[in-house]
């Protein structure tokens, strides 16, 4: 598994693999590496002749200074899962300057109303940042294919809008959320939770399959009062937001029409962690 630490020597090395024909799977992280970022890179094995990785912690994503702090850092022991998971053949450790030449200061985007939605409330600015760096990182790497989690539900939208829009050759690939064995959505801030607190959390995945089953038999109303009262019951966990909306438009609706299809998001704080998950309703 090679490793490059430069914009330059990533760019050379990869140009002289597409003169190769090779196709080029990508998926960027920013570190802290668990199962769900391996199966990203195990779906891009199955399509593309060369897996790429990226590691970056992006500050103009953070809205919150102390998060940005708090982010776990340990690249030493991401290269050794990347290279003992045998499905990366590179990895990207961009500098700051490689990313952000003109300074730390992210770009402006439309992503036709997808960025005021939801984590855009409460995040402001958050997209901005995603965009700017993704924005970068493809423009480098030149990816045939790319590769994002669909944890990240509302992120996977506004990239593949983001390609769109500015016309970039690459496609879009969202990639199952992928759980731990409680059924817990696999997160780097996981790590941030006591053993009591990640058993607890299960409670997340087991409110969005009530919510599923609840889906076209009761009204929406209905099902935010029980996901609310569920919440209220759960010492240490404070619900920021839930949330059933379109799942083209990521417009939340309080009414199901049958031509539609939706996504329940929930949002929840255990004590100071952010964890995030959401669940196509069938």
Do not use: C
């Not at 914009?7 to 140009?15: A, G, I, N, R």
């Not at 700051?96 to 439309?110: F, H, I, Q, T």
């Not at 539900?153 to 390609?163: E, G, S």
Request: aromatic fraction near 10%; charge should be negative.
């Amino acid at each position: 598994m090679k490793i490059f630490r430069d914009k330059k020597t990533l760019t050379d090395y990869l140009e002289r693999q597409k003169e190769m024909g090779k196709k080029i799977g990508f998926a960027p992280t920013m570190g802290a590496l668990h199962q769900g970022h391996l199966s990203l890179y195990e779906e891009a094995e199955k399509e593309n002749d060369l897996v790429i990785s990226s590691i970056f912690v992006n500050p103009t994503q953070f809205n919150n200074p102390i998060d940005l702090e708090k982010y776990p850092r340990n690249v030493e022991r991401d290269l050794k899962l990347l290279e003992q998971s045998g499905f990366v053949d590179a990895v990207y450790l961009p500098q700051v300057e490689d990313l952000y030449p003109e300074g730390l200061k992210s770009k402006s985007y439309d992503f036709d109303g997808l960025e005021n939605e939801m984590e855009g409330k409460f995040r402001p600015g958050h997209f901005d940042g995603v965009g700017t760096v993704v924005e970068e990182l493809l423009r480098q790497v030149k990816p045939d294919h790319a590769y994002f989690g669909e944890k990240d539900y509302q992120q996977l939208a506004i990239i593949a809008k983001l390609t769109e829009k500015l016309k970039l050759p690459v496609k879009i690939n969202g990639v199952p959320i992928f759980r731990e064995k409680s059924g817990l959505a696999m997160s780097s801030r996981n790590e941030r939770l006591t053993p009591t607190q990640r058993e607890a959390s299960k409670i997340i995945h087991e409110t969005l399959i009530k919510v599923n089953e609840w889906f076209r038999i009761i009204t929406v109303p209905e099902i935010n009062k029980r996901v609310k009262e569920i919440f209220e019951d759960q010492r240490g966990m404070t619900l920021e937001y839930f949330e059933i909306a379109d799942e083209k438009t990521l417009k939340e609706t309080d009414f199901f029409y049958k031509d539609k299809d939706y996504r329940a998001f929930i949002v929840v704080f255990v004590d100071d962690v952010r964890l995030i998950d959401n669940m196509h309703l069938d």
